[in-house]
């Protein structure tokens, strides 16, 4: 199965290094601090450090959109959670609404499954999105599509 990555990281740094976890926007960077925030959250799992993909190849954000066939990453690796909290954890930020923060984080936790376990149960989510707890070789890297 094929996952897809958008980003705007530099062509050749993605053919010399494949995708990283620090390679992040300023958005997803928003949004970790609040969902690392919560006591509740998976202490084993720093989104900071993560690679996230989608099952879909949408060209709406990024210069790039990278695609791996998830069979090379190690099963363990991969999780989902629901994408959809996370865009409400960013638009409760940039409407000043932070009392809604505890609870648009505890959803999206609550949502994390494992790859393999979302898969099988076919879990109805907003928009899912794929959390990859390693970083991606460039040898792993199927191919490289400029939006």
Same mark, same amino acid.
């Given at each position: 199965?094929?996952?897809?990555?958008?980003?705007?990281?530099?062509?050749?740094?993605?053919?010399?290094?494949?995708?990283?976890?620090?390679?992040?926007?300023?958005?997803?960077? $928003?949004?970790?601090?609040?969902?690392?925030?919560?006591?509740?959250?998976?202490?084993?799992?720093?989104?900071?450090?993560?690679?996230?993909?989608?099952?879909?190849?949408?060209?709406?954000?990024?210069?790039? $959109?990278?695609?791996?066939?998830?069979?090379? $990453?190690?099963?363990?690796?991969?999780?989902?959670?629901?994408?959809?909290?996370?865009?409400?954890?960013?638009?409760? $930020?940039?409407?000043?609404?932070?009392?809604?923060?505890?609870?648009?984080?505890?959803?999206?936790?609550?949502?994390?499954?494992?790859?393999?376990?979302?898969?099988?149960?076919?879990?109805?989510?907003?928009?899912?999105?794929?959390?990859?707890?390693?970083?991606?070789?460039?040898?792993?890297?199927?191919?490289?599509?400029?939006?």
């Amino acid at each position: 199965m094929f996952l897809y990555h958008k980003t705007d990281v530099p062509l050749d740094l993605i053919k010399k290094e494949g995708l990283r976890g620090w390679h992040k926007s300023e958005d997803t960077e $928003i949004i970790n601090k609040v969902l690392n925030k919560l006591d509740s959250h998976p202490n084993w799992l720093d989104r900071n450090g993560c690679v996230f993909f989608h099952f879909d190849k949408e060209p709406a954000f990024g210069e790039y $959109i990278v695609t791996v066939d998830s069979s090379v $990453i190690d099963e363990s690796s991969l999780f989902v959670a629901d994408e959809g909290y996370a865009q409400e954890i960013f638009n409760a $930020i940039y409407y000043g609404k932070e009392e809604t923060f505890y609870d648009l984080a505890r959803k999206y936790w609550d949502s994390l499954k494992k790859f393999k376990d979302y898969l099988c149960l076919k879990t109805d989510y907003q928009q899912p999105e794929v959390l990859c707890l390693c970083d991606i070789s460039p040898e792993w890297i199927c191919f490289i599509e400029q939006v």
